[in-house]
């Protein structure tokens, strides 16, 4: 299976942007969906966004949309997530997660779903 790990996070004030990347190793990276969730301190985790494993179909939660634009490369099996109008309460630890699909191209919003996760990236929004 891939294994996955993501970069980009940081500190910005609010209402900057960032652009998170999932690099995934391994070559049956085509057959992954992939989504985007979060963890805020004291907080569950919550999904933020997902992509099918062609990048045609795109899911996010109601509070991203508008703000938060997710894409793949497979050609170089990497994930985006592009986070703009940030707000002090996107401030999470952002974790990319991997579901093997062999037979279907959709995009997953349960965590359950995923079986492979990466160790995450801080993403601090000052106000």
């Known amino acids: 299976q891939v294994q996955l790990v993501e970069s980009g996070g940081g500190s910005v004030q609010a209402g900057g942007s960032l652009r998170l990347s999932c690099a995934a190793s391994?070559?049956?990276?085509?057959?992954?969906?992939v989504g985007w969730f979060r963890q805020a301190p004291g907080k569950e985790r919550e999904f933020v966004a997902a992509?099918?494993?062609?990048?045609?179909?795109?899911y996010y939660a109601d509070s991203m949309k508008g703000r938060f634009t997710i894409s793949r490369d497979n050609a170089k099996n990497t994930v985006y997530l592009q986070m703009n109008s940030l707000k002090p309460e996107d401030t999470a630890v952002y974790y990319c997660?991997?579901?093997?699909?062999?037979?279907?191209?959709?995009?997953?919003?349960?965590?359950?779903?995923?079986?492979?996760w990466g160790q995450g990236t801080q993403v601090t929004v000052s106000s």
């Open positions: 997660a991997g579901s093997l699909r062999y037979y279907d191209n959709y995009a997953y919003t349960g965590a359950t779903t995923y079986t492979v």
């Open positions: 391994g070559r049956t990276f085509t057959s992954y969906a």
């Open positions: 992509v099918s494993r062609s990048g045609g179909n795109t």
